[in-house]
């Protein structure tokens, strides 16, 4: 009787319906993820490196391709809907942010596999990361490793896990699928962090604290997880935000004494706020950012400041504008306050440092207020603003960042300041690179910086946060200080005897850096395509 029950037709599971066309940036990604784990497990050591190097680029340029494909297919207006079972949207935003991490992630592959900018260690170029990972700092097996020339090359299938996940949580339509991609991009980053090739325990400590913070910010975003389905029931973006619009059509009885409790969803938004909002690095939940860009490799910092930030805005505007637009009058204070502080304290906070990569830790912390304003908006152009400045800023961190890879002394990089001193007469094109990528950051005229400043702000004031524009643009003043300080320091100090060089990088790092200029400068003189692009993939599906 049992067997007869279960093979009855009303006791068979549904299969799931998965839309494998529509998901096919991600799964090639992730194909591409588990072929680098199998190349690690079976190729020799050898030629390990450029086949990985061929792979990461050939399924990121792959996977590009299929987010055009969708967005000519009508994916991104017409046809957006949510797929795989209600669990992920495919929609403007969504393939508007997925193609954005796919281009940045494609040239901070490049900065990952440069291999000419240290002198070869016993005849064998070698790279940013730790020969051996899992030897012990200064051990006689570290020295081995690097007397036999190995390299990590597992950063590499590493890099395409996490940026899988980044590609999934802008796109997340419930809040289990929500979770699970931030834990499928934050575990490869914390491990991509503890690898570097030089000052290995700073960046250990680096990894170790990310790692942690991490870990109580993902229990936040749980517990937060926990409470919203109390209260409505489901985890699907949708039904919470019927119930809390209050024309949900049917209520499950187990759950009928909670569902529509106010104090479980107020609490709940809340910690899922904070888990997002340590992922952006917004003030209060920013203290990792400038230990973490310091102590990791620079290439991965490059790589995390810029995409990460890309992937947890989208979820942040997906959850804000799609589950809780309801909770508006809530919200949009609490988010008025973060945004405000996180501008002042990047700017300020910025203006006392003297290392190269926690300057632009403060830096992106005050960024992830000015776009917080365009969060804020809360409006269609609020969101065309917000996909602009990211799309902007994230060629722009990822240039700096390996313009920092080329200064060096005996010991590695240069990142103290007070060694840039007079860059501009020992190497004045790469002085004159990271003068432009400075002048957007700090947003001025014919730059993307200005762009993307001037789209956030005017979508704030239109959206009645006036008072807070006027915050950002004094923000935005203290922060051009810092930067035209660097701009000085370079071009009108003089070189010390024992500066540091500039090493002269391979094709590679010389793409990436190409592409940051050229991204600038077309997106600060022509602006208005771009604009318009992200206006058409500015509408959420619901």
């Known amino acids: 009787m049992l067997t007869l029950a279960a093979n009855g037709p009303a006791d068979r599971i ?145 890099a395409l896990f996490a940026i899988a996940g980044m590609l999934i949580f802008p796109a997340a339509d419930d809040l289990l699928t929500l979770f699970v991609a931030l834990e499928v991009f934050s575990l490869p980053l914390y491990l991509l962090c503890a690898v570097a090739r030089r000052q ?124 809780l637009p309801g909770l508006r009058w809530d919200w949009r204070p609490v988010m008025w306050g973060v945004a405000i502080v996180t501008m002042l304290a990047g700017a300020v906070i910025a203006v006392t440092q003297t290392d190269v990569k926690r300057l632009l830790a403060y830096s992106s912390i005050a960024h992830a207020g000015f776009i917080l304003a365009g969060v804020i908006a809360t409006s269609a152009q609020g969101v065309q603003s917000v996909l602009f400045y990211l799309g902007a800023y994230s060629f722009v961190t990822i240039g700096a960042f390996a313009v920092v890879t080329l200064v060096r002394d005996a010991g590695g990089e240069a990142t103290h300041l007070s060694k840039w001193a007079g860059l501009g007469r020992r190497s004045p094109l790469t002085a004159a690179v990271f003068a432009v990528f400075l002048l957007a950051f700090a947003g001025i005229p014919l730059t993307s910086g200005f762009a993307g400043k001037f789209a956030v702000f005017k979508a704030a004031a239109e959206g009645g946060a006036g008072a807070l524009v006027v915050v950002g643009v004094i923000s935005s003043a203290i922060a051009a200080f810092f930067y035209i300080r660097v701009i000085v320091l370079m071009f009108f100090s003089e070189p010390k005897a024992d500066g540091p060089t500039v090493a002269v990088p391979s094709p590679l790092t010389m793409t990436t850096i190409a592409v940051g200029v050229a991204v600038t400068l077309v997106l600060g003189l022509a602006p208005q395509y771009f604009l318009e692009l992200a206006g058409h993939a500015s509408t959420f599906v619901r």
């Open 14 to 158: 549904p299969a799931p319906h998965i839309e494998y066309a529509q998901l096919a940036p991600t799964l090639i990604v992730v194909g591409a993820a588990v072929l680098g784990v199998l190349v690690e497990a079976f190729v020799p050591r050898r030629s390990r490196y450029h086949l990985q190097v061929f792979l990461s680029v050939a399924a990121l340029a792959a996977a590009f391709a299929a987010v055009v494909g969708l967005a000519a297919g009508g994916y991104g207006n017409t046809k957006a809907h949510i797929a795989a079972m209600g669990a992920i949207a495919v929609d403007g935003p969504a393939l508007f942010l997925q193609g954005t991490i796919l281009l940045a992630s494609i040239v901070a592959v490049f900065t990952f596999a440069e291999r000419r900018l240290d002198p070869k260690a016993h005849g064998n170029r070698v790279d940013s990361f730790a020969a051996q990972a899992a030897s012990v700092p200064g051990s006689d097996s570290e020295k081995a490793a690097v007397k036999a020339g190995f390299t990590t090359t597992e950063v590499f299938p590493l």
């Open 200 to 323: 290995r325990l700073m960046s250990q400590e680096a990894a170790v604290k990310y790692f942690l913070l991490g870990a109580f910010s993902s229990a936040f975003l749980l517990f937060g997880i926990a409470l919203l389905y109390g209260y409505a029931g489901s985890v699907s973006y949708a039904v919470i935000a019927d119930v809390v619009d209050g024309t949900v059509a049917t209520v499950d009885p187990a759950l009928a004494s909670t569902m529509g409790n106010d104090a479980l969803l107020l609490i709940g938004g809340a910690l899922i706020l904070m888990g997002l909002l340590f992922k952006v690095g917004a003030v209060p939940f920013h203290m990792w950012t400038p230990d973490v860009y310091q102590g990791a490799p620079t290439p991965v910092t490059g790589f995390m400041a810029a995409a990460t930030k890309v992937a947890a805005f989208g979820a942040l505007l997906r959850l804000l504008y799609v589950v």
